[in-house]
């Protein structure tokens, strides 16, 4: 991926709009549904309304006190600001709906440097987590409403994507629980084709998120642009979800892998909200300011995604309809010239046959010696892997080796084999000793534990 140096325009910018302010949110509850509207804005020169429409079960918001609303929608915003912050970078965030604590304020900084470091790193921002942003606050502003009690029952909630990790949590807890529920924020054709073919096509929470244009705008003419930490909105948001369903356990798909640094030896991560760090620091923060009794904890943390593929070609129904394509998201199909694509194939061709990942993806991928670039960059054989959500270098290595040493040399496809002449002499772990591992930094509960080893346990 190329990357810009905007150290200037980032300097040029904080100068300009020195201030960010989160205004304020108003929600109105229309035809069954909650609308959430945001106003942020730049020194009063630019302004931001970004929204949100939630489904409200019948009398969900009776249960709810109106400050723990309160204090959920506002959380949302938080996370939301990130998305519009970005485009200026502007030394100060004002926020006016309430005061944050000093140790709140410790968890939102290190959200948006560790969550923008793609960002920072892309645009070649050279910045410290101190010197990044600051907040200030009304002066007299309160603090954000305690934490609510609501009595919840022990039923699950699971944010998918549409992605193979996500479905083999649905397929799993759909067995454990009574009245599990799917849910998605934008969900495209594959998401809600998955959910549906999952039974779930009635229990399955639907979140529409508008983006303002203005902020299209600004990236058209040029402001600071790049990714944000996607996945912890997605935690805010399950949070309003459990609220208004009642279910008290947000199932995520977060694995092993995630934790890995993209950049070899730096803390730059493409996965860092779905890191063990955010989740431990999220659930922390949860049960200090928000709710005690709802839990957030990735089902998959412990596996590895080999793991997970060998879990996910048990389930052949799913192999039509799962998608893990970003650039063929909108078109419902794999672009098969992305990390994304590559990746995927490379785990599925571990356990499933030749034939049937053509029939998946429509071409051989390891045909494609375009595609040998992206392969060193999976393999650990350039300084950094690619910013996507994939897997650890050692899994690919594993799988890569695994499949060399599955065929006949003459028989090797070409980036297999241009893959062996660069590694020859490289030991790498076997695929057996990566379907062996176990993460013990986790926040299973004992019975979800036992749950998924006994799912370990039929790869045998």
Not at 54 to 67: A, G, T
Not at 159 to 173: A, C, E, Q, R
Not at 283 to 294: F, G, L, M
Not at 425 to 435: D, H, K, T
Request: aromatic letters at 12%; hydrophobic letters at 40%; charged letters at 20%.
């Amino acid at each position: 991926m190329l990357s810009t140096r905007n150290d200037s325009k980032f300097n040029q910018l904080r100068e300009i709009y020195p201030v960010f302010t989160f205004e304020g949110y108003f929600y109105t509850l229309k035809q069954g549904n909650l609308h959430i509207r945001y106003h942020f804005h730049l020194d009063d020169k630019i302004a931001f309304y970004p929204r949100y429409e939630f489904p409200l079960p019948v009398k969900s918001l009776d249960q709810i006190p109106e400050n723990c609303l309160s204090n959920l929608v506002f959380h949302l915003g938080m996370v939301e600001v990130i998305s519009y912050w970005k485009a200026t970078c502007s030394p100060v965030l004002h926020i006016k709906p309430f005061k944050l604590t000093p140790n709140q304020q410790a968890f939102w900084k290190k959200l948006f440097y560790k969550g923008l470091g793609e960002f920072l790193h892309l645009n070649k921002i050279d910045v410290s987590e101190k010197d990044l942003l600051g907040f200030s606050f009304e002066k007299a502003g309160e603090e954000t409403p305690g934490v609510f009690f609501n009595g919840r029952s022990d039923e699950v909630l699971i944010p998918i994507g549409g992605g193979k990790d996500s479905l083999v949590t649905l397929n799993i807890l759909t067995q454990t629980y009574t009245h599990p529920m799917a849910m998605a924020i934008n969900p495209v054709q594959a998401t809600r084709e998955s959910v549906k073919m999952a039974g779930l096509d009635k229990q399955f929470y639907v979140i529409q998120r508008h983006l303002d244009p203005t902020l299209l705008e600004l990236n058209q003419k040029g402001f600071l642009n790049g990714h944000t930490p996607f996945s912890s909105l997605l935690a805010f948001v399950s949070l309003l979800v459990s609220a208004f369903t009642g279910r008290n356990l947000v199932a995520l798909s977060n694995e092993d892998s995630a934790n890995e640094a993209t950049i070899p030896g730096t803390d730059i991560n493409h996965q860092y909200s779905k890191s063990y760090e955010f989740e431990q620091d999220f659930r922390n923060y949860v049960k200090r300011y928000i709710s005690r009794e709802i839990s957030y904890f990735s089902f998959l943390r412990p596996l590895n995604e080999l793991q997970i593929a060998a879990l996910f070609a048990r389930n052949s129904r799913y192999f039509e309809v799962f998608r893990s394509c970003n650039v063929g998201s909108k078109t419902n199909s794999w672009c098969c010239n992305c990390p994304k694509c590559l990746f995927t194939y490379i785990m599925l061709s571990a356990f499933v046959d030749e034939q049937r990942m053509v029939q998946i993806f429509g071409e051989k991928l390891f045909e494609k010696t375009s595609l040998m670039p992206l392969l060193m960059q999976l393999a650990g054989l350039t300084e950094e892997k690619p910013f996507e959500c994939v897997g650890t270098i050692e899994e690919v290595s594993a799988a890569l080796n695994y499949l060399i040493n599955s065929k006949p040399p003459a028989q090797l496809p070409a980036l297999l084999r241009d893959y062996q002449e660069k590694v020859q002499g490289v030991r790498f772990n076997s695929l057996e000793q990566q379907l062996q591992k176990w993460n013990g930094e986790h926040f299973l509960r004992d019975d979800h534990e036992k749950i998924l080893k006994q799912a370990l346990e039929q790869l045998k």
